[in-house]
């Protein structure tokens, strides 16, 4: 498993939430089991990304198609514009 090369500002971080469980492979892949909020430090490629996991602390690479982007914005824009417009 990898160090954390650096901290990322809690206002800035990418959450991430596992789809799937995931029994790393190789040395330095981060360990998931579904519904784990992870932190996405760097989208190394389209199939492999590096992060953290909120639960365990643990930093690795996990497979991006394990994972889905937690939205930080309570409604959508267009549902709140169409709420209050249509």
């Known amino acids: ?8 500002p809690e206002t800035e971080q990418k959450l991430l939430r596992s789809l799937f469980d995931y029994k790393p492979v190789k040395v330095g892949e981060l360990p998931l ?3 784990e909020v992870v932190i996405l430090y760097e989208k190394t490629n389209n199939e492999w990304w590096k992060g953290k996991s909120k639960t365990s602390g643990k930093f ?22 169409c709420l209050f417009v249509c």
């Open 60 to 81: 690795g690479f996990f497979p991006a198609m394990y994972v889905a982007e937690i939205s930080t914005e309570p409604f959508p824009t267009a549902l709140v514009f």
């Open 33 to 35: 089991s579904r519904n």
């Open 1 to 8: 498993m990898e160090s954390e090369p650096y901290q990322i």
